[in-house]
């Protein structure tokens, strides 16, 4: 069983920073990529950033490049993502998945674990 709990989540204004945590076990996380994921009420699931399994390579959204920065810390078994600069559409419910493979995806069908998600809020 591979478990992802997310964390961090909350209301900010807009402009404003939030840090998101993940924390993967059960597998072998530093041989997966992770990924972030949002899904904002009655839109589909869409990608955020990913970082690859073992160098440490990223990739994000463009609507997130530049605000956005994912990293991990596989001593600790964790994944983050810090973001600034944000915007009301960034609201979002927000996933973190566990890929298995180390190479990047940007599909979320190519992330077979997946947090509970965390609610993210932000107002005008």
């Known amino acids: 069983q591979v478990r992802v709990v997310e964390s961090g989540g909350g209301l900010v204004q807009a402009g404003g920073s939030l840090r998101l945590s993940c924390a993967a076990s059960?597998?072998?996380?530093?041989?997966?990529?992770m990924g972030w994921f949002r899904q904002a009420p009655g839109k589909e699931r869409e990608f955020v950033a990913a970082?690859?399994?073992?160098?440490?390579?990223?990739d994000y959204a463009d609507s997130v490049k530049g605000r956005f920065t994912i990293s991990r810390d596989n001593a600790n078994d964790t994944v983050s993502l810090q973001m600034h600069s944000l915007k009301p559409e960034d609201t979002a419910v927000y996933y973190c998945?566990?890929?298995?493979?180390?190479?990047?995806?940007?599909?979320?069908?190519?992330?077979?674990?997946w947090g509970q998600g965390t609610q993210v809020t932000v107002s005008s």
């Open positions: 059960g597998r072998t996380f530093s041989n997966s990529a």
């Open positions: 970082i690859s399994g073992s160098a440490y390579t990223t």
């Open positions: 998945a566990a890929r298995g493979g180390a190479t990047l995806m940007r599909s979320k069908t190519s992330y077979p674990y």
